[in-house]
């Protein structure tokens, strides 16, 4: 959810290397993966404080994605769908 989230709120992500966050996570795409180390996080955060251009590419991406997938909006026939087979229809 924090992915999710914060990119919809057009915020650049370090999210955790873990499976939770792989499915949409894209290294240096959308987000910063981070090796769960006291280091990596650090090496990580001051990236994201020190290069704009970075944090902004990540945001956008981020943003872009979340809009496009995941939103009612986006699955809006998908939910129709599994609301007209609840009903029988």
Not at 19 to 27: C, D, G, I, N, Q
Not at 39 to 60: G, P, S
Request: glycine share 2%; charged share 30%; with cysteine.
């Amino acid at each position: 959810m924090k992915f999710l989230e914060c990119g919809a709120l057009d915020m650049a992500l370090a999210v955790s290397d873990v499976p939770t966050y792989r499915s949409v996570a894209r290294h240096r795409q959308n987000c910063l993966q981070v090796e769960n180390t006291t280091d990596a996080w650090i090496t990580a955060v001051k990236e994201l404080i020190e290069d704009v251009d970075l944090r902004r590419k990540l945001a956008n991406e981020a943003r872009d994605e979340i809009k496009r997938y995941y939103t009612t909006q986006a699955n809006s026939q998908i939910y129709s769908e599994v609301l007209r087979r609840a009903q029988g229809d």
